[in-house]
């Protein structure tokens, strides 16, 4: 599996202590994206100018991506991901997002922690988009579920939903994504629709599927009572759902993408406030949904 | 009157006065009338200077016990005061012409068991049976010594009984001080005031016990009394909340290196006892309602844990461990009562564990305990690299290895070998100003100590049943990660030869900053669960145990392994050069049993994973393990689950003693600049709580660069 990163002692996606593996590729591109190194199914080369100390280490590239004059530039098309220069530099300034595991690799890693799990931690499967790499993912959580730890997957909620015949068996919880409820909104900052998302989350709870909605709270594109209404009419038809948690907009996505050679377009004036975290929160538990 | 929590609120279930009471005592109004009589003077007494150090002693504890200021509190529910501020030193307070005379005691926990089931009377009986055996040898002048100072309590209990006789708000008081300690208590209320009474006396006297086992000691009392219906559980809350709060008497909020609250009045609840049957109880929980409204860090307390202990106990805990303040820490008793048992103590003693008042495992008012700590680190770059010199060098990491255990195995005989010539065995001339010698009397904590009134010695004659001498390995981390790095970069990647390294780290890294950089970030080093250099950690444990307990051979005292710092990376730091591993000279490095700051990226489950792997029944002293987390990372109902789930992972893998505390970097430095709107803030510094305050910026700094474990 293509894997951009692997988190122990997670604390925030899903009950007790996890292991969160963070999985490349995503069908959504969100503006607002607070892993941008996870959208690409492609082995990326990070490069954080904080870290780098001009040594010139990097110099050993193949390809000549890294350059020097003034200050240290890389030629991203030049770059082919093999993480030379990585290797080399001393201040981890270099980092190659993308790195692939089998399956028993990464139940190596999971079972790490295994003692700290208890009955409700265990691995959460994250990203990214983790049923982009569906046949992989099935088999893990199975095995995963097999050595009796629990599962959970958060999703965007965008693929086939053939998909999910097979994934609601091997996921004990759904961390499901609902980033905006108006259509248009969702395609012009995501880049698809939302009735897909919507339609696999109603089909995942016909089957049983457990699920935590989470919801990105955006000041001033999805801050809306409308939106919070749609919200609750949604959940209102989940059979299964534990309830809805907010996620603030943050800005920290923006490193990732300026050390991905991008132009991040986030802002700041997207970060809500906390009266309209509560507005958001107490709008819901007025209509008997819990608030996670 | 609001009480300090790093995150979340505390509750409120004490009345609105005896949360006055605490709030003021917090607040150092007694602890800066304590300064007002530092000690009382030995000037007036004729001959003084003529006397023998023991009567000396016994005119002193006369005289302390005679005139020092009585303290009744308004409104204090039980009695007893150690009102002279120079014990606050740890000093006996009493002084000729101006000086004082002897240190005092610390690092065991007395016999309260004795106390509360027989009385100080049951101890006069069996002082008053050694001097029929011992009359007329020279170990009859300690009996009378012993008999003479339970004179002295007598007197200082008569003259609190006649200050709370005649006033009608105290009668309770009175009452209930009438009987105890001298007599068995008959319940809980007058079970609380016997160890108060007692504990007070002797730290009245300049001496620092802790308080060990109290949920165990009062659980039985409190059970009848409430089947009886003769007390409620509010009830019982407020006199043990008392108990909490008069235990802050020495609190003087001034600044004092390691701060102004590291008296080792520690406490140990929960449990098996000596049967195997576990001691959780109704005391248990008020103890922790009262840490958790209060948050008095004045008594560290340690929780023993099991496989088996009940989530509900797990889940109090944890709750008050959110509150942050570092109060609450975590023994695993399975490992540590297999360790004890293996290194020889019975079964039944070995369950009665408890501590020295920080945290090293003793057998309560059975032990003599000192240990001895060492740097591992200052052996490895002064020893085995002698200071990094260009003509040292090993063909292969275990050459390199074996040699680092001989120079251990050399270092820590010596320190036995002197320790044992400079105490108790010998009467050479000591070669540190701790003078632990027989010519140091110390009666009154002897009178505590089971063995001492039997054998005839006092505490420091190797009078207790056990008498414990435990070297303690510092700055082991580092060590370890100072050999991994080599290994990595001199043996298996090649980086850099042998006398190369050297000469870079004479230099302190000097020109070489990319190979710093390289050495820093390249490798997982001990707290990131990597085996590799996990297992030299462990081999050095091992090794380092096995030289401990082959020390009997020629030490007259018990010496098991302790892997330890408490704090002593601030002190050690100008001795030391640079590490392999990328620190430069002079960095403060590892505490206690617990990663360098700033090399652990893997998360508290990491950190405690490596910590385990260590055989650590082999530290039969004890190996602590310090972890900060952010209030961030344990809020919400998950907080809790995540804390209870660090805890049980810790006893299934096989931790010893592990030491949470909720800390945020930021919180600290905001107190560093404004202290005074933190005068409560308290922060876990080793086996004890400091006022962050309280601490030096030295100090202040460390336990700074220690928090923020980001998830």
Same mark, same amino acid.
């Given at each position: ?72 530039? #890389? ?30 690799? !990464? ?55 053939? #998909? ?8 004990? !919880? ?63 038809? !989940? ?52 608030? !996670? | ?19 006055? /009471?605490?709030?003021?005592?917090? *607040? ?189 000691? &009062? ?66 929980? &008020? ?76 057998? $309560? ?48 005989? *010596? ?126 444990? *091992? ?113 010893? /003693? ?8 930021? &919180? ?6 404004? $202290? ?36």
């Amino acid at each position: 599996m293509r894997v951009a990163d692997i988190q122990r002692f997670c604390m925030r996606d899903g009950p007790g202590i996890r292991t969160t593996v963070f999985l490349k590729g995503c069908p959504l591109r969100c503006a607002w994206c607070h892993n941008p190194e996870t959208q690409s199914n492609k082995r990326e080369l990070l490069y954080y100018e904080t870290k780098c100390i001009g040594c010139g280490a990097c110099g050993v590239c193949n390809q000549n991506a890294h350059e020097f004059s003034d200050y240290h530039t #890389i030629q991203r098309d030049l770059c082919i991901g093999c993480g030379k220069c990585v290797t080399e530099c001393p201040t981890g300034a270099l980092e190659i997002i993308g790195k692939d595991y089998t399956i028993q690799e !990464l139940l190596k890693i999971i079972e790490k922690d295994r003692a700290f799990y208890g009955k409700n931690g265990g691995v959460t499967l994250s990203g990214g988009e983790p049923f982009m790499q569906s046949e992989e993912a099935f088999l893990l959580l199975e095995q995963c579920k097999k050595k009796g730890i629990h599962t959970a997957v958060e999703t965007c909620g965008y693929f086939s939903s053939d #998909i999910l015949s097979r994934a609601v068996p091997a996921t004990d !919880l759904f961390l499901w994504d609902i980033k905006d409820t108006d259509s248009q909104r969702h395609k012009d900052y995501t880049g698809v629709s939302n009735e897909r998302i919507i339609n696999n989350l109603i089909l995942a709870d016909s089957l049983g599927a457990k699920t935590r909605i989470r919801c990105i709270l955006i000041n001033g594109l999805n801050s809306k009572e409308q939106h919070y209404k749609n919200v609750a009419g949604i959940v209102s038809r !989940l059979k299964y759902c534990e309830g809805v948690e907010f996620i603030p907009y943050h800005s920290y996505g923006g490193a990732k993408t300026v050390a991905l050679g991008e132009i991040y377009l986030g802002s700041d004036k997207w970060i809500p406030s906390k009266g309209q975290i509560d507005e958001a929160k107490k709008y819901l538990q007025n209509k008997g949904i819990t608030v !996670l | 009157m609001k009480f300090f929590a790093v995150n979340g609120t505390r509750p409120i279930r004490l009345s609105e006065e005896t949360r006055k /009471f605490a709030f003021e005592s917090l *607040n150092h109004k007694y602890g800066k009338d304590t300064w007002n009589t530092p000690a009382v003077s030995m000037d007036d007494y004729d001959n003084f200077e003529s006397l023998t150090p023991l009567q000396k002693y016994d005119a002193m504890i006369a005289k302390i016990s005679s005139t020092a200021p009585i303290r009744i509190c308004e409104g204090e529910k039980i009695s007893g005061a150690a009102t002279l501020g120079i014990a606050i030193r740890h000093t006996i307070p009493a002084t000729f012409n101006g000086d004082t005379l002897y240190s005092s005691i610390s690092h065991l926990t007395i016999d309260f068991e004795t106390v509360l089931k027989k009385g100080v009377n049951f101890i006069q009986k069996q002082a008053e049976e050694a001097l029929k055996k011992y009359k007329g040898t020279e170990k009859e002048m300690f009996i009378q010594s012993c008999l003479h100072c339970i004179g002295c309590i007598r007197t200082w209990h008569n003259r609190y009984l006649q200050q709370l006789e005649n006033k009608s708000q105290y009668k309770a008081n009175y009452e209930n001080l009438k009987n105890v300690p001298f007599e068995p208590a008959k319940n809980f209320y007058e079970a609380v005031q016997s160890i108060w009474f007692t504990f007070a006396f002797v730290r009245l006297c300049g001496n620092w016990p802790g308080i060990g086992r109290i949920d165990w000691l &009062l659980g039985d009392y409190l059970e009848k009394d409430l089947a009886d219906g003769t007390l409620t559980l509010d009830e019982a809350r407020e006199i043990l909340a008392h108990f909490f709060i008069k235990g802050c008497e020495w609190i003087r909020g001034e600044e004092c290196g390691s701060g102004d609250a590291q008296h080792y009045q520690n406490i140990v609840l929960g449990g098996i006892d000596e049967d195997g049957k576990d001691t959780t109880n109704q005391v248990t929980y &008020l103890v922790l309602d009262i840490l958790e409204e209060l948050g008095i860090s004045d008594f560290p307390t340690t929780v023993r844990i099991n496989k088996n202990t009940d989530n509900k106990l797990l889940k109090r805990v944890a709750e008050v461990i959110r509150l942050g303040g570092g109060v609450i820490a975590v023994y695993n008793e399975d490992l540590i009562i297999e360790s004890l048992v293996e290194y020889g103590y019975g079964l039944k003693d070995a369950r009665k564990f408890a501590n020295d008042g920080c945290w090293e495992v003793q057998i $309560p008012g059975k032990t003599f305990f000192m240990y001895i700590p060492f740097d591992s680190l200052q052996i490895l770059q002064g020893e085995t690299l002698a200071n990094y010199n260009n003509d040292i060098s090993f063909t292969d990491f275990k050459a390199l290895y074996d040699k680092f255990i001989r120079d251990l195995k050399s270092t820590v005989e *010596n320190l036995i070998t002197t320790r044992n010539t400079n105490s108790f065995i010998c009467t050479g001339v000591p070669t540190r100003d701790w003078n632990w010698k027989p010519n140091i009397p110390c009666t009154v904590v002897s009178l505590f100590e089971q063995g001492c009134i039997e054998k005839g010695a006092s505490y420091l004659e190797g009078g207790p049943i056990y008498n414990i001498f435990s070297p303690h390995i510092g700055g082991l981390p580092d060590t370890a990660n100072s050999l991994y790095a080599i290994k990595k970069l001199v043996f298996d990647e090649q980086k850099v030869s042998f006398s190369e390294l050297m000469n870079i780290l004479k230099n302190n890294w000097e020109g070489y900053e990319q190979l710093r950089q390289y050495a820093l970030n390249k490798y997982a080093y001990f707290g990131n669960d990597n085996d590799e250099v996990d297992m030299i950690a462990k081999n050095i444990i *091992n090794d380092f145990s096995d030289i401990c307990d082959n020390a009997s051979s020629y030490s007259a005292y018990n010496t098991p392994a302790g892997i330890s710092t408490f704090g002593r990376q601030l002190e050690w730091s100008p001795h030391r050069m640079a590490t392999p591993y990328g620190k430069k000279a002079h960095d403060i490095l590892s505490g206690n049993f617990s990663p360098t700051p700033g090399t652990d990226k893997e998360g508290a489950t990491a950190i405690i994973k490596s910590y385990c792997k260590a055989d650590l029944k082999r530290t039969v002293s004890g190996a602590a393990l310090d972890i900060k987390l952010l209030p961030s990372a344990v809020n919400g109902e998950n907080g809790i689950e995540a804390i209870i789930s660090l805890i049980t992972g810790f006893v299934a893998l096989g931790g010893h /003693f592990m030491q949470l505390d909720i800390a945020d970097a930021e &919180l600290l430095k905001e107190a560093q600049l404004h $202290p005074e709107n933190y005068q409560n803030l308290s922060v876990r510094v080793s086996g004890w709580n400091a006022r962050f305050v309280t601490l030096n910026k030295e100090w202040q700094d460390m336990i700074i660069a220690q928090t923020g474990n980001e998830f």
